[in-house]
């Protein structure tokens, strides 16, 4: 993906991870480590790297609700990090995430729940013209079965942006309006709400979901609209929209198509990313796994030469849910 470098480079992934998932009386807990090990056959285009994950959920059914704490530790490339993937970013880029949240629902009725979440979250980057920084949020969200079929809600939430050093802190404001709806084959998810930043600028948030799962084929497309905090700097705003399409040939074999786009628009940068791909999954049998896939993505915009790149990768997996 650097059009000062066009050639290619082989990547090999080591990806092992353990689930630990117990249950102690109306206690439910879930631990989960992981790591990603990568080598390079070109280390100017791709560092050599190792990323760990740590997961730890805990989670507790009671006659006040049901309440669930959980936290989180990662290192990712920042190539990888969602939002703050755009434009071209320097091979040894990483990002740092710590995070603690919180959840609690309750039913008020039969039909309506009434649910609360808050977190903290510091980010830190190694490499890059990234900013470090942290961020509390919260929200409240209100549901109703309006009928077997159509679910409303109505969800309030906040969200406190403080970057690292001495910059300005900022605040992000939302309430969303949306609808989740069921019929046989067909889920669909469609949300609409207004976000207003501490300077006063306030922008349209939503999008929507369809999932269509037949008998051997399933179909998801959505488009959406978010504000996000990011390390380019403040809240950024993000326009996506993705489909995916995956069918079963056997009961072993399936094959799919994975398109996605998306717009990111920063205080500094305006970038568009598109990335279409299309795999094809064999189980060997209840523990083996293998996948061949393609993939094409193309960067645009930032002030620079757009970049393309073409992956064609093969994985084997293995899992023993017994382990």
């Not at 409303?152 to 001495?166: D, H, I, N, Q, T």
């Not at 628009?265 to 064999?282: A, H, P």
Request: hydrophobic share 30%; aromatic share 10%.
């Amino acid at each position: 993906m650097s059009p000062t470098y066009p050639g290619g480079v082989w990547r090999a992934l080591f990806e092992p991870s353990y689930t630990l998932m117990g249950r102690v009386g109306a206690d439910e807990l879930k631990a989960v480590l992981a790591l990603q090990i990568a080598r390079s056959s070109n280390k100017t285009l791709s560092q050599n790297r190792d990323g760990p994950s740590v997961f730890l959920d805990w989670l507790r059914q009671s006659e006040a609700g049901e309440f669930g704490i959980s936290s989180r530790y990662d290192e990712i490339a920042t190539r990888d990090a969602g939002i703050d993937a755009t434009g071209l970013v320097p091979e040894d880029s990483t990002r740092a995430s710590r995070r603690l949240s919180g959840s609690w629902s309750k039913a008020l009725s039969e039909r309506g729940t009434l649910s609360a979440d808050g977190a903290y979250e510091g980010v830190a980057y190694k490499g890059g013209n990234y900013f470090d920084y942290s961020t509390r949020s919260g929200g409240l969200r209100y549901s109703y079965d309006w009928s077997e079929s159509s679910t409303p809600f109505l969800r309030v939430s906040g969200e406190k942006y403080v970057p690292a050093g001495s910059g300005a802190s900022s605040q992000l404001a939302n309430v969303t309006l949306g609808l989740n709806w069921k019929a046989e084959y067909v889920d669909l998810t469609l949300q609409v709400g207004q976000s207003k930043g501490s300077g006063g600028n306030t922008d349209l948030q939503g999008g929507f979901t369809a999932q269509y799962t037949g008998q051997r084929a399933q179909l998801v497309l959505s488009a959406d609209r978010q504000v996000s905090s990011s390390g380019l700097g403040g809240f950024v705003k993000a326009d996506h929209a993705r489909g995916n399409w995956n069918y079963a040939l056997s009961e072993r074999s399936n094959t799919g198509i994975d398109l996605d786009w998306s717009k990111n628009r920063s205080i500094t940068t305006n970038n568009v990313r598109t990335t279409s791909g299309v795999w094809l999954q064999r189980n060997l049998n209840p523990f083996w796994g293998v996948r061949a896939y393609y993939q094409h993505n193309i960067i645009n915009g930032g002030g620079v030469d757009g970049a393309s790149s073409n992956i064609l990768g093969l994985s084997l997996v293995y899992t023993h849910s017994d382990f």
